[in-house]
T-cell receptor, first 111, second 114 residues
Framework: SQQGEEDPQALSIQEGENATMNCSYKTSINNLQWYRQNSGRGLVHLILIRSNEREKHSGRLRVTLDTSKKSSSLLITASRAADTASYFCAPLTSGDDKIIFGKGTRLHILP | DAGVTQSPTHLIKTRGQQVTLRCSPKSGHDTVSWYQQALGQGPQFIFQYYEEEERQRGNFPDRFSGHQFPNYSSELNVNALLLGDSALYLC?????????????FGPGTRLTVT
């Protein structure tokens, strides 16, 4: 198992703007997952992108994966107040039996 | 279909006491993982239970122990509580012990040690 490193650590944007956060990892993966955590609550699985995929969409979320650079990005379009949360990435290999989370990106949407 | 449930929601204990936290996995899931999340940090893996056995363990002392029951529900026990054990404890369920699939997290138990 390996830990993803999210960047930036914190991000503040105006409501309606797009938010982009990045994740880097060190060794090859089978898939990469993004999770969201609203303040003091459990994590919610947002999206899973497999190593043979370059881009994936889910509603206002767009995730890209560049395996050559060992990095992923999460784009949230037309941000809303409810998007205020911490976002974590999880780079995973088949057979991994634990997830090592980093500190995440804390996103704050300003009214 | 109920998702992952945890109890209690909040708990206040005194140093030196013992605590038991409970988790019921999502229907159809047989694997439970426990995480500790300190304020401002990401969740830290404590251990995973699959087929009623502890399969993996993070860097936590033996004061942290667990159990999985035949119905796949799980308990996390912490003995001799320290102030530093104050945290949000998260339970996550998945299937087949392979976490390369998505995990479903419960809402957490907020433990405060005074």
């Amino acid at each position: 198992s390996q830990q993803g490193e999210e960047d930036p650590q914190a991000l503040s944007i105006q409501e309606g703007e797009n938010a982009t956060m990045n994740c880097s990892y060190k060794t090859s993966i089978n898939n990469l997952q993004w999770y969201r955590q609203n303040s003091g609550r459990g994590l919610v699985h947002l999206i899973l992108i497999r190593s043979n995929e370059r881009e994936k969409h889910s509603g206002r979320l767009r995730v890209t994966l560049d395996t050559s650079k060992k990095s992923s990005s999460l784009l949230i379009t037309a941000s809303r107040a409810a998007d205020t949360a911490s976002y974590f990435c999880a780079p995973l290999t088949s057979g991994d039996d634990k997830i090592i989370f980093g500190k995440g990106t804390r996103l704050h949407i300003l009214p | 279909d109920a998702g992952v449930t945890q109890s209690p929601t909040h708990l206040i204990k005194t140093r030196g006491q013992q605590v038991t936290l409970r988790c019921s996995p999502k229907s159809g899931h047989d694997t439970v993982s426990w995480y500790q999340q300190a304020l401002g940090q990401g969740p830290q893996f404590i251990f995973q239970y699959y087929e009623e056995e502890e399969r993996q363990r993070g860097n936590f002392p033996d004061r942290f122990s667990g159990h999985q029951f035949p119905n796949y529900s799980s308990e996390l026990n912490v003995n001799a509580l320290l102030l530093g054990d104050s945290a949000l404890y998260l339970c996550a369920s998945s299937s087949g012990g392979d976490l390369s699939y998505e995990q479903y997290f419960g809402p957490g138990t907020r433990l405060t040690v005074t």
